[in-house]
Structure formats: structure tokens, C-alpha cells
């Protein structure tokens, strides 16, 4: 099975500053990778697919992009309702459906 | 409006059984394939299992696989999961979650139920 890695498990950043989380893939996924954004006590919400392709709604200030094992999502001028925790997911090459461990945003 | 609401949690003894349901509304349910993904305390997302929009192919993690089984009524547009010989370790809250198309990324998510398994 494919494991997604993501780095850092806590990122501790300022508001108003940029955020850049990482996922990397044992192997490559081609650009199969989506990434959700989690609030505590809330479902998941899907943020980008595709690797790059923000989903309906969502801020431009999210961004993503990469490709085969290194993908990056990359949160701009951070406001107070993106601290949260994102995941990567891919969404290919299944089963399983296989989740990253997460990245906690957190506030400096 | 899409919406994905989960029932049937609680609390069930170790070696119990349980069903958590998903009622889906603002599509066609039998167009999209569905899932479940759980959430133990303080952890990450775990996915459990896919059914197809017909309910002809099932597919399950290796963690559940022999104890939980999916199951679908495209007639009342809900998705089940059949849970049994349940385990401390299956405490988790139990999302519902639509696939879109043939990509399969989670377009949409339920609220979630919360199953706990305790004596």
C-alpha cells in the first residue's frame, strides 16, 4: 500500500503570514491527491483535488501543487478560521483510500 | 443542497454489533459511490470502506475487513455500516462521505456519529 506522509505535524504560524504544509507519497501517485481542511468538532471539508484544483467556495488563498511523490499546500495570508488541521488524501490506486496523519495549524 | 446525515451511533460492549446509517439527500444517491471513514479520539482519518452506486462492489480496509460490512437502498437513498465484534478500538466518530465521479476524492461529508465501545 501507498503511505502519505505529511510534514510537519505542528506548524505554528502567525496570522497574516504564509503557510506551507507538506505530502509526500511512498511512491508516485501521478496528481491523484486531495486535501481537506478540518476544524475541531467539525466533518472534514474538501479543500483541493487534483492536486492543484481548489474545490467550489473555496478562499483563493489555499493553493496547492505537485506531482508524483511531493505535493504542497500552501495557505496565504492566514486568518483565524484556517488554523486547523489538513490532511492529504489519495484518492487513486485504491483500495485503501489512504489519509496522511495530518498537519495541525496552529497560531504563533 | 447536499447533505449527508449519520445515525445509529452509541454505546455498545465490547463483542457487540451496531449499524450507523447515512441518509443522503440533494442527489442521487445511486450516481455516487459512498464511504465511511472513522475518527478515533484525538487521531487521525481512518477510511473503513466504499460501496459502488449500483452496491455491486464493496470494498473494506484490512482493519475491518470480516467484521463491519457496507450496504446500500438507493430506494431510501441511505448507506449502512453493519458493525460487529466490535473492539475498544473502534471508539470512533463514523463519517459519511460521498466519492465524486470515477476520481473518488470526498466531495462531501456527513457530521458524523459517535460509536464507542466500552464495557
Known amino acids: 500500500d501507498i503511505v502519505l506522509t505529511q510534514s510537519p505535524a505542528t506548524l505554528s504560524v502567525s496570522p497574516g503570514e504564509r503557510a506551507t504544509l507538506s505530502c509526500r507519497a511512498s511512491?508516485?501517485?501521478?496528481?491523484?491527491v486531495a486535501w481537506y481542511q478540518q476544524k475541531p468538532g467539525q466533518a472534514p471539508r474538501l479543500l483541493i483535488y487534483g492536486a492543484s484544483t481548489r474545490a467550489p467556495d473555496i478562499s483563493p488563498r489555499f493553493s496547492a501543487s505537485g506531482s508524483g511523490t511531493e505535493f504542497t499546500l500552501t495557505i496565504s495570508s492566514l486568518q483565524s478560521e484556517d488554523f486547523a488541521v489538513y490532511y492529504c488524501?489519495?484518492?487513486?490506486?485504491?483500495?485503501?483510500?489512504?489519509f496522511g496523519q495530518g498537519t495541525k495549524l496552529e497560531i504563533k | 443542497e447536499v447533505q449527508l446525515v449519520e445515525s445509529g451511533g452509541g454505546l455498545v460492549k465490547p463483542g457487540g454489533s451496531l449499524r450507523v446509517s447515512c441518509e443522503a439527500s440533494?442527489?442521487?444517491?445511486?450516481?455516487?459511490?459512498m464511504n465511511w471513514v472513522r475518527q478515533a479520539p484525538g487521531k487521525g482519518l481512518e477510511w473503513l470502506s466504499s460501496?459502488?452506486?449500483?452496491?455491486?462492489?464493496?470494498y473494506y480496509a484490512d482493519s475491518v475487513k470480516g467484521r463491519f460490512t457496507i450496504s446500500r437502498d438507493n430506494a431510501k437513498n441511505s448507506v449502512f455500516l453493519q458493525m460487529s465484534s466490535l473492539r475498544a478500538e473502534d471508539t470512533a466518530i463514523y463519517y459519511c462521505?460521498?466519492?465524486?465521479?470515477?476520481?473518488?476524492?470526498?466531495?462531501?461529508w456527513g457530521r458524523g456519529a459517535l460509536v464507542t465501545v466500552s464495557s
Open positions: 488524501q489519495l484518492y487513486t490506486n485504491w483500495p485503501p483510500r489512504t
Open positions: 460501496i459502488s452506486g449500483s452496491g455491486i462492489y464493496k
Open positions: 440533494g442527489f442521487n444517491s445511486s450516481d455516487y459511490s
Open positions: 511512491q508516485s501517485v501521478s496528481r491523484d
Open positions: 462521505a460521498r466519492a465524486w465521479g470515477s476520481a473518488g476524492y470526498f466531495d462531501y
